[in-house]
């Protein structure tokens, strides 16, 4: 009998090492270590699930038959524009979220906007009663939505061949497991093996699957890694919990554009698609108030206007605060020193808050001047020129750097009745050269 020798697993990456350690050595992570018996991994390995097995063989590429593949749409314009034109016939994609973002309501919901598409919907996270609960309230009432109650993949996956549906979702991947495995549903073992099942399921026999993802605290997939290399598309799905705005987020896709974006908003009866977001996170209340800015931010393919809001105050006693709330801290922290040292505004005395309005996170550079602007404006208490919209990064030297779409970024802001935008100047673009003469010319 074979010595069963004990090894662990990273949970993340799945590096294999003899020994515990805190922190893998492969992706960095602390605390992902899981321990895994190799006498397991014998059984993984000679346990296939029947009706997967292959005899291919090499052949020339001239010879390779390619099946005049057309894509379906899941009828949801902002879900197909982040797939890159709906779904390729046996594609294998991630949805990845927080718990209670919206990742079973969205693909829910495909029933209803497309009852053309037969689905089988596999829920290990709720009982097929709460399902048509919900898919009542959602308005779904496609009678080609089959619903099956399986957390054993070896029944999803016979189920699926039988069926042989135009979409198999798997709600969700943390839920389905093999017998064989000992170890419990979710652990990365358990993951691995099952999307390595379902992407066998895919490519041979040609299934489009949608996999749900849980991601955990850090903002992973659990078992993340491993999981993105296996699937085609992965998409994430975003948003606070306090506001009703979710953004659909292609991180990787094979077949289509990578880092496009949808955005939706959750509503009493399902999510709903978003034709102009901009909308979205611009408030009309806050006209003639220091210290607001409107920055034009691309999400994706997409310009997005974004409300920067400052306050700066006197510090009362000790160190300074500095707050940013969707913005990164570090960031804030250079351009306050860029403020300080090329355009002679000291913040030193003063605590500062930096908010980014509707519970967006600010990351694209482009933001830079208008953050800035709205930090001299609470300064001063000026508030900015109305009709002002803000593109530009902020180099160290308080030289102002262009960023890629200004035009499209312009007609975004000018159609928003932003028309007077202060960019910086760049090949083309006729703008700002220095932070200090942009705030010269929004403050007046
Ligand atoms: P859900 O799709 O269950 O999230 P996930 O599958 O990502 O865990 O979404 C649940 C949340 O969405 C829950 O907080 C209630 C809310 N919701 C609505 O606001 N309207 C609706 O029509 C539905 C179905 C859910
Ligand atoms: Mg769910």
């Known amino acids: 009998m074979a010595k069963t020798k004990t090894q662990f697993e990273c949970r993340s990456c799945g590096h294999i090492s003899p020994k515990w350690l805190g922190s893998c050595p492969s992706c960095g992570e602390w605390n992902t270590f899981e321990e895994r018996t190799s006498a397991a991994k014998e059984v993984e390995h000679k346990a296939r699930v029947s009706g997967l097995e292959s005899n291919e063989k090499p052949q020339k590429l001239s010879e390779v038959e390619t099946s005049e ?131 066998q399921l895919a490519k041979k026999k040609n299934i489009t699957t949608v996999v749900i993802g849980h991601v955990t605290k850090e903002g992973d997939i659990a078992g993340p890694r491993v999981l993105e290399h296996m699937v085609d598309t992965v998409l994430q799905f975003e948003g606070d919990k306090n506001y009703t705005y979710r953004l659909l987020r292609s991180l990787k896709n094979r077949f289509g554009p990578a880092q496009e974006v949808g955005v939706f908003e959750m509503k009493e009866d399902g999510l709903t698609e978003v034709s102009n977001p901009s909308e979205l996170f611009i408030s009309d209340k806050t006209e003639g108030v220091s210290g607001n800015a409107i920055v034009c931010t691309m999400e994706g393919s997409r310009p997005l206007l974004i409300e920067v809001q400052a306050l700066v105050t006197a ?100 159609k928003l009745g932003f028309g007077n935008a202060i960019v910086a100047s760049g090949k083309g673009t006729n703008g700002e050269r220095y932070i200090r003469d942009a705030i010269k010319k929004a403050l007046g």
């Open 315 to 414: 510090a009362s006693y000790g160190t300074p605060q500095r707050t940013a709330n969707g913005f990164d801290r570090n960031r804030l922290a250079l351009l306050l020193a860029v403020l300080e040292k090329r355009a002679g505004f000291s913040f030193a005395n003063h605590d500062v808050y930096l908010n980014i309005a509707g519970g967006f996170r600010l990351s694209d550079p482009a933001g830079d001047l208008g953050v800035c602007c709205a930090l001299v404006s609470s300064l001063l208490d000026k508030p900015i020129n109305q009709q002002t919209a803000f593109i530009g990064e902020v180099g160290l030297g308080g030289e102002l750097r262009t960023v890629p779409h200004i035009e499209q970024r312009k007609k975004e802001a000018a």
């Open 69 to 199: 593949k057309s894509r379906f749409e899941s009828g949801i314009a902002e879900f197909d524009r982040v797939l890159g034109g709906g779904f390729l016939p046996g594609a294998y994609v991630l949805i990845g979220g927080e718990p209670g973002i919206g990742k079973s309501t969205l693909t829910l919901q495909i029933a209803k906007s497309n009852p053309q598409l037969s689905i089988l919907y596999c829920a290990g996270e709720e009982s097929a009663g709460q399902i048509k609960q919900r898919a009542q309230r959602l308005g779904v009432q496609s009678d080609k939505l089959l619903v099956f109650n399986e957390t054993q993949v070896d029944k999803v996956i016979a189920e699926a061949q039988k069926v042989n549906p135009d979409l198999l979702i798997v709600d969700s991947i943390q839920t389905v497991y093999r017998t064989e495995l000992s170890s419990m549903p979710g652990s990365i073992q358990q993951v691995k093996e099952c999307a390595a099942l379902f992407q």
